[in-house]
């Protein structure tokens, strides 16, 4: 049995702000710089073994990640595959919206020009899949909108338990195939 650990980016304005980031290329703050470092000086006091570190395009994930390469010297590189759900029309908006909270319910909907749960789903199930087969120990670094996609893999969910799931900013998590 190996492990799969999965964390969220650090801070960014629009988290501050309380807003969809999406497929938006929202950069982190200084905060969320701040916690990308600490995550590194964790995995790397923690000893946790990673052999490489696989992260989303979106600046905020790439930033986290490449504070954690630089600290802990595990390999790091873009999986296009990680980038955060497109939102659509939500995008921007408060992530805490009851329109948009219900949306999240609804996996065939693509919220106007975005990506519907069920797309997302599949090119990340698919990633797993592959991860799956070798026997490389990743971290994934990525969005709250993966985090979910993941954790559905991993586990039963109801649609309510999915859409109201979340992780903190540079929480990590450990899943075991």
Avoid at 84 to 96: I, L, M, P, V, Y
Wanted: proline residues 2%; aromatic residues 10%.
């Amino acid at each position: 049995m190996k492990s799969i650990y999965f964390t969220r980016h650090g801070q960014t304005v629009w988290n501050v702000e309380n807003k969809i980031c999406g497929a938006t290329d929202i950069d982190l703050t200084e905060l969320g710089h701040q916690q990308a470092v600490e995550l590194g000086k964790v995995i790397k006091e923690q000893e946790l073994h990673i052999d490489e570190i696989l992260y989303s395009p979106l600046c905020r994930a790439r930033n986290t990640a490449l504070h954690i390469a630089e600290i802990t010297g595990i390999p790091a590189r873009v999986e296009p595959r990680l980038k955060e759900q497109a939102f659509g029309k939500w995008e921007g908006t408060a992530r805490d919206g009851k329109e948009f909270y219900r949306d999240k319910m609804q996996f065939v909907t693509n919220y106007g020009d975005g990506e519907s749960m069920l797309r997302l789903a599949q090119r990340i199930y698919n990633l797993l899949d592959e991860i799956k087969k070798d026997d490389k120990v990743y971290l994934l670094v990525a969005h709250n909108g993966i985090a979910r996609v993941i954790n559905s893999y991993f586990f039963d969910m109801t649609n309510e338990e999915y859409s109201s799931f979340g992780i903190k900013n540079c929480q990590i998590l450990e899943y075991k195939i």
